[in-house]
């Protein structure tokens, strides 16, 4: 077993590129991480990686033998995975990510009550409002709330979650309240940017049909609750999921603008390769999170 987990932290090393890295995706110290490397290193009597200050990468045998090592753990993973179908309590860890807003407000919370259901699991939650790879990542399941990449994973819907644009009173009151899509041309808009992410448009319902309208704005990022911020500093207009936002809206703090053509609703989903799904406890705490986000968002408000 000691050198098959040393083959787990090699594989995370090399698609991670780093040890730490890699060591803390296995939740393992720097120190512990480095020692898998070098006993497997002494195992093999080979350098698996070029070191230097700045940069650790495989050598050309490293580059080889992972082709080999990532194959192993894959086949051990499954095997676990097949053997825990026969188990009454699943147990063992599940890696998930998901958006930081939907993550934070809606996933998050039910967590602790999955965990109360199955103790003998273990769950490893990542946010981030970027393009994540699940492969890459070694993730089991990634929430997504958005249009899903073209992929060979399998996807589960959730719901459609609505969404609306909204701004703060006193950016209305300052700038003006848009009346016709074409208003917004003018006014500033708050993206959610990040290298590859396609959102500098919004797409609006419109009694005629979806209509694409090209946005701008002095600010953007890669974190949705950020964007959420700027809008309550009265910094512009910004297209949320209404449940990001319900709570402001009720304390108006941030208005509904154009609510006779609003965003084209957002798919809130799940991606997940289909040979995690065949392990137990993926499966249950899919299953898990969809009956409990159907439940207690009906209609995403």
């Known amino acids: 077993m000691p050198y098959l987990e040393s083959l787990r932290v090699f594989v995370r090393v090399v698609e991670l590129g780093s040890i730490t890295a890699g060591g803390r995706d296995l939740r393992l110290t720097p120190a512990v991480a480095s020692n898998r490397i070098k006993e497997l290193e002494r195992r093999l009597d080979v350098r698996l990686f070029n070191r230097t200050t700045r940069k650790l990468s495989p050598?050309?045998?490293?580059?080889?033998?992972?082709?080999?090592?990532?194959?192993?753990?894959?086949?051990?993973?499954?095997?676990?995975?097949?053997?825990?179908?026969?188990?009454?309590?699943?147990?063992?860890?599940?890696?998930?990510?998901?958006?930081?807003?939907?993550?934070?407000?809606?996933?998050?919370?039910?967590?602790?009550?999955?965990?109360?259901?199955?103790?003998?699991?273990t769950v490893r939650?990542?946010?981030?409002?970027?393009?994540?790879?699940?492969?890459e990542d070694n993730l089991d399941v990634a929430f997504f709330v958005g249009r899903p990449p073209d992929s060979d994973l399998k996807m589960r819907k959730i719901m459609d979650?609505?969404?609306?644009?909204?701004?703060?009173?006193?950016?209305?009151?300052?700038?003006?309240?848009?009346?016709?899509?074409?208003?917004?041309?003018?006014?500033?808009?708050?993206?959610?940017?990040?290298?590859r992410s396609p959102e500098w448009f919004w797409t609006l319902r419109t009694p005629e049909g979806n209509l694409r309208m090209d946005v701008s704005g002095s600010y953007d990022s890669d974190d949705g609750d950020v964007l959420t911020n700027w809008a309550l500093a009265g910094r512009g207009i910004v297209n949320k999921p209404r449940f990001e936002v319900a709570e402001h809206l009720e304390r108006r703090r941030l208005v509904e603008i154009l609510p006779q053509t609003p965003p084209e609703p957002a798919l809130f989903g799940c991606l997940y390769p289909h040979r995690r799904f065949q392990d137990s406890k993926v499966r249950l705490l899919i299953e898990f999170i969809l009956k409990r986000c159907r439940e207690s968002l009906p209609d995403a408000r």
């Open 125 to 135: 939650m990542r946010l981030s409002d970027r393009k994540i790879d699940l492969l």
């Open 161 to 195: 979650t609505p969404r609306l644009l909204c701004a703060a009173p006193d950016y209305l009151e300052q700038h003006g309240t848009p009346q016709v899509p074409e208003d917004l041309r003018r006014h500033n808009c708050l993206l959610l940017r990040y290298p």
């Open 59 to 121: 050598t050309e045998v490293g580059r080889e033998f992972y082709h080999h090592a990532r194959e192993v753990v894959q086949k051990l993973e499954d095997a676990e995975a097949a053997a825990s179908t026969f188990s009454s309590q699943p147990h063992g860890s599940v890696q998930i990510s998901a958006p930081l807003g939907i993550g934070k407000r809606i996933i998050a919370p039910l967590i602790p009550e999955f965990v109360d259901e199955y103790p003998d699991v």
